[in-house]
């Protein structure tokens, strides 16, 4: 099973908006056949194991990281499949809660006289499909917050300067994160201030972030880096047309990546958002109380549109937006080890504050990385309220 999860996560960031799902075929003790979904509309990782298999499949143990499809999609349901192929026996890491299939897929085979176990290294495979289990059950993406700060806590130094906070180690596994996830957010006020291109250019498939499970495949020869949706919170308009995210030329010898999407309020200029729409950006109305959007009804629409995560890179307002409304479900700091002072430095989260210790929102580590000479933490937001 250990090897079905690290085939899984070949398919990192590349099976949107399906699930990554490995298999391994195993017969007398040794692995006839194996393979991984690789992304939508291309064969299963059951498909692949047992073409890789053939006959050898028949009487064998196929071990596979999620619940077998019963249903008929892009491609066969690959159940029916393994029972064609003779298969007597199937280990699932864990059932599949999409309704289409929610267990229909195991009695299905053990309909067929196959023997059917359920749970092994069930933990590590939910962790491995984190992002699209949260949408499947709640219909809105995994919300992740990321920001680089020093050790005490600065994002830029008085003066405003912030190239650069960490070092190029992390920021190339910034890269790689980027990658991996299906859309980016950031706030009207970044864009401003750094003018990003909002890009995934990662060096190469190296560290996996902890977010989506520790499983690393390894490289892969057939790898090509992908660019996410980007998503600018902008309630009244404000975003410069001249912005590099809006730019129709070719950025970083690549070309145009995804989409921008422009969230506003009712008060947004309409000719501002006609302008932006003739730059090739989408305009998202939400609703908006004193300029600050609800995020919500955002996620919800993300949700429909089958965007499985979402990081969040600031800036420090959108970051208190996050949390004060209860969308964050993790957190990634880079920090670095340098200290900066200045009473007038930014912070990683801004707003008004809480009033006291006793109601500040908890982290659950989850992971500690170092990556070059800076500190990569992890942990869990969702249904953490308050601090241990």
């Known amino acids: 099973m250990q090897q079905a999860l690290r085939l899984a996560a070949m398919g990192r960031g590349r099976t949107h908006p399906n699930p990554m799902v490995g298999c391994v075929i195993v017969n007398s003790g040794r692995v006839v056949g194996t393979g991984y979904h690789r992304k939508k509309g291309e064969p299963h990782a059951e498909t ?3 073409r890789e298999a053939g006959e050898q499949a028949r009487g064998a143990t196929a071990y596979v990281s999620l619940e077998p499809c019963a249903h008929t999609g892009l491609t066969p349901p690959c159940a029916g499949s393994l029972v064609q192929a003779g298969v007597a026996r199937v280990v699932a890491a864990m059932v599949d809660p999409d309704p289409r299939v929610a267990g229909r897929g195991l009695e299905h085979l053990r309909a067929a006289g196959i023997q059917v ?11 491995l499909n984190r992002a699209w289990l949260t949408w499947k059950t709640t219909g809105r993406p995994l919300v992740i917050l990321k920001w680089a700060s020093t050790l005490d806590g600065k994002i830029a130094c008085a003066t405003g300067d912030s190239r650069w906070v960490t ?17 980016i957010l950031v706030g009207q006020t970044t864009v401003q201030r750094d003018d990003p291109e909002l890009t995934a250019r990662p060096s190469g498939p190296g560290p996996l972030p902890g977010w989506a499970g520790g499983c690393d495949p390894g490289p892969d020869p057939d790898w090509q880096p992908k660019d996410p949706l980007r998503i600018v919170l902008d309630s009244m308009a404000r975003l410069s047309l001249e912005a590099r995210l809006l730019s129709p030329e070719v950025l970083s010898g690549r070309p145009r ?17 006609q302008a932006l729409r003739e730059l090739g950006a989408e305009t998202l109305q939400l609703p908006a109380e004193d300029e600050v959007l609800a995020l919500g ?24 937006s996050f949390l004060s409304q209860g969308l964050g479900d993790y957190l990634m700091v880079y920090a670095a080890p340098k200290i900066v002072g200045g009473a007038g430095a930014p912070g990683p989260v801004a707003g008004p504050g809480l009033r006291t210790m006793d109601s500040a929102w908890g982290v659950r580590i989850r992971k500690m990385t170092t990556i070059g000479a800076d500190l990569l933490v992890e942990g869990d937001l969702k249904d953490v309220h308050r601090a241990d």
């Open 117 to 127: 176990d359920v749970g092994l290294l069930e933990e590590e495979a939910r962790e």
């Open 167 to 183: 070092g190029d180690e992390a920021r190339a596994h910034l890269h790689q994160v980027r990658d991996q996830v299906d859309a």
């Open 257 to 273: 990546p995804n989409k921008t999407v422009i969230a506003h309020g009712v008060a947004a200029s309409r000719l501002k958002l």
């Open 48 to 50: 692949f194991a047992l």
């Open 297 to 320: 009804p955002l996620l919800d629409e993300l949700g429909r549109r089958s965007i499985t995560s979402v990081l969040v890179e600031g800036g420090a307002r959108v970051h208190w």
